[in-house]
């Protein structure tokens, strides 16, 4: 997991094989900060991916300019592969509760489990589970609680969503019908 800038894009073989004709991007990242990963490399100055969208490539913007938060899988010859199903975002794109969780509190929720809600009825099955329902509700993956939640482990071993950063900006008014 880190914030990286793009510095550059180059189309290059998936691997030695002559006989392997697929082809990976390599992007030269400058890295600005790493979340985690640090016990297994240290700086990262490349990620690769998948050149087709069909082998879900990623396409990022190679202008020194776009910062991302990429996440993704350190291989066995200590190549970073990224792809569709790993979590790349612009960094201008995060809430703020993302940024600040990045640092300690989403660490805080490693012993936990996300299940991710997509129809009713669903419901947690052990005490360390959050339910996900961002999908549920909004139709999206990485809507509300997404942004402004996080699941932590709490003291009693049981794991809660918690809300980070400020509140709302605008007011909620509970109106019931009479």
């Known amino acids: ?26 992007y030269e990242i400058k890295q600005i900060k790493m979340f985690k990963g640090f016990e297994k490399l240290k700086d990262v100055q490349y990620v690769y991916t ?6 879900c490539g990623v396409k990022l913007e190679a202008n020194n300019k776009k910062q991302y938060l990429l996440t993704g899988q350190i291989l066995s010859d ?10 790349i975002e612009p960094w201008d794109d995060l809430s703020l509760s993302q940024k600040k969780s990045l640092n300690q509190r989403y660490q805080m929720g490693c012993d936990c489990k996300i299940t991710t809600c997509y129809m009713v ?4 099955t052990t005490p360390n589970e959050c339910l996900w ?12 609680q997404a942004k402004h939640y996080a699941c932590i482990k709490r003291s009693d071993g049981t794991c809660s969503w918690y809300r980070g950063g400020p509140p709302p900006e605008k007011e909620f008014i509970d ?3 009479p």
């Open 50 to 55: 998948p050149f087709d969208s069909s082998l």
């Open 175 to 177: 109106i019931s019908e």
């Open 78 to 87: 200590g190549k970073v592969l990224i792809h569709l199903c790993n979590y």
């Open 133 to 144: 329902t961002d999908w549920l509700i909004e139709r999206k993956l990485y809507g509300h």
């Open 1 to 26: 997991v880190i914030r990286a800038k793009i510095s550059s894009e180059k189309v290059v073989p998936a691997s030695d094989d002559p006989l392997d004709t697929h082809k990976m991007i390599r």
């Open 121 to 124: 009825p669903c419901s947690i």
